[in-house]
């Protein structure tokens, strides 16, 4: 996420971290280096010359803290300017408590307004709302199917009518279903364009005409780079939105939208997608993707993923000595699931304060094979017997040859996973009491 642009600002900042004393050229090289590391990311360039203005200001006036060296105050500088720059502070959707709220999504066809219809759902329904999915795309082949595919891996309702009846219709339908089954929260999913034309606008006027709308989010393929800014004016313009969905942010390495779209709009950014997962997609934050681009890592967020897939009873009972004296391969095989649902791996790398650990920067390359480890892995567990996950002692040398067999891997694999698996029961024998990691998340 973002990678371009992160290194670069990185690389500047870390030329001037650990300078006792930094000098006015030091600073215009820095501001001139970070400028072009700005351009090159296709971040617009009046937002450039807003930050660098600000930058050398704030470098220059503000009184150093006797806490920090020069070199960090400027680190420090650099992130209060950019998360002003990214909006500042997190902007919520706007729910209500007696009626359904409205959400209505909009936007081109192809910037994954389908899949993010159902990932938002996802994400209210682990805030404890009730949401409706609404199919009102009437226009793209399929895009019914898709919601309801989508839906389903939710574990969320979906409305939907056909084809002939006009998007409206199905809208009008679904509040009623929405009010009569107490749903809090409906979401609808409109048609797109490959281009905007006029008849992409009238349609979304004549829905916010007739029901109360009350957020309507522009959702924005990241990869568009400053072409995004057009359309969201045109949408602003005609239609009136409330705030930006960027998806497909996981592949942008250059983050020119990111930067740019707050400033030049005025409109915040609500939410992220940054990844194809149903769970994939994360409230905007504007001080934490600060913290992120600049090698400070994103712990918050890393917390909020371990406390949505852990509750309190099952963190404590890790801690517990009895858990870590009859840990077993069943044991083993739920963290290792738990790990896949919170994301891939250079995802939680991502929320890693890289420079604050001592990691190297090369440190996350390959977590592709890394990631084929962990389904090598489920595989040869999933090819155990009951008895076998439970006593992993019996595992002789005919069932490693079977459990090899079975999840297509050599027998040689199986040996490195249950080594991997004595060594770290040892291990957890071997600590003392800590705190319960429960204790650490709140």
């Keep these: ?71 960090q105050q400027m680190i420090k500088i650099t992130h209060e300017v950019l998360t002003e720059i990214l909006g500042n502070s997190q902007s919520k959707v706007k729910t209500v408590t007696d009626i359904p709220t409205v959400i209505l999504l909009v936007g081109l066809q192809g910037s994954g307004k389908t899949t993010t219809a159902a990932k938002l759902s996802s994400q209210m329904k682990s805030q404890g709302h009730n949401p409706l999915l609404v199919a009102a795309d009437k226009i793209r082949p399929a895009a019914v199917e898709q919601l309801h595919i989508m839906g389903k891996k ?48 009238e349609e979304i006027r004549q829905i916010k005409k007739s029901l109360i709308v009350h957020e309507t989010l522009l959702v924005l393929d ?23 969905i960027l998806t497909k942010l996981d592949g942008d390495a250059r983050g020119g939208v990111t930067l740019s779209i707050k400033s030049i709009t005025t409109i915040p950014v609500k939410y992220i997608g940054v990844g194809e997962k149903i769970n994939d997609i994360e409230p905007f934050h504007p001080d ?3 913290s992120r ?5 994103d712990t918050v967020s890393l917390i909020e993923k371990i406390e949505a897939n852990y509750d309190s009873n099952e963190l404590k009972k890790m801690a517990k000595k009895e858990f870590r004296e009859q840990f077993n391969l069943n044991d083993f095989y739920e ?16 929320m890693l304060p890289m420079k604050n650990l001592g990691i190297p920067k090369n440190m996350n390359q390959g977590l592709d094979n890394t990631e084929k480890e962990l389904n090598r892995v489920e595989a040869m567990i999933c090819s155990m017997t009951k008895q076998e996950r439970t006593e992993p002692e ?44 429960a204790s650490f998340i709140r």
């Design 1 to 71: 996420m973002l990678n371009i642009l992160s290194e670069k600002l990185q690389n500047i900042l870390d030329k001037i971290k650990n300078k006792g004393k930094i000098t006015e050229k030091d600073i215009k090289d820095s501001l001139r280096e970070v400028k072009l590391a700005l351009l090159e990311a296709d971040v617009h360039y009046k937002v450039v010359k807003d930050f660098i203005s600000k930058l050398e200001k704030r470098a220059i006036q503000e009184k150093l803290s006797e806490a920090l060296t020069p070199g």
């Design 154 to 201: 939710a574990g969320v309702e979906v409305f939907s009518r056909g084809n002939n009846e006009k998007p409206l219709q199905t809208i009008n339908a679904a509040k009623q279903c929405a009010i009569e089954t107490k749903k809090d929260i409906m979401i609808i999913d409109t048609a797109g364009r490959l281009h905007i034309d006029n008849k992409l606008i």
């Design 222 to 244: 990241a990869l568009m780079g400053q072409d995004a800014l057009t359309v969201a004016d045109i949408f602003n313009k005609n239609i009136g939105v409330d705030g930006y």
């Design 288 to 290: 934490r993707m600060s």
């Design 293 to 297: 681009i600049l090698g400070m890592g």
């Design 335 to 350: 963290q290792l699931k738990r790990i896949k649902s919170m994301g891939s791996i250079d995802k939680i790398f991502d």
């Design 394 to 437: 019996i595992i002789n040398g005919s069932r490693r040859k079977r459990i090899a067999k079975g999840s297509g891997n050599s027998v040689n694999d199986v040996n490195r996973l249950l080594k991997q698996f004595f060594n770290m029961k040892k291990f957890l024998k071997q600590s003392p009491n800590k705190k319960s990691i």
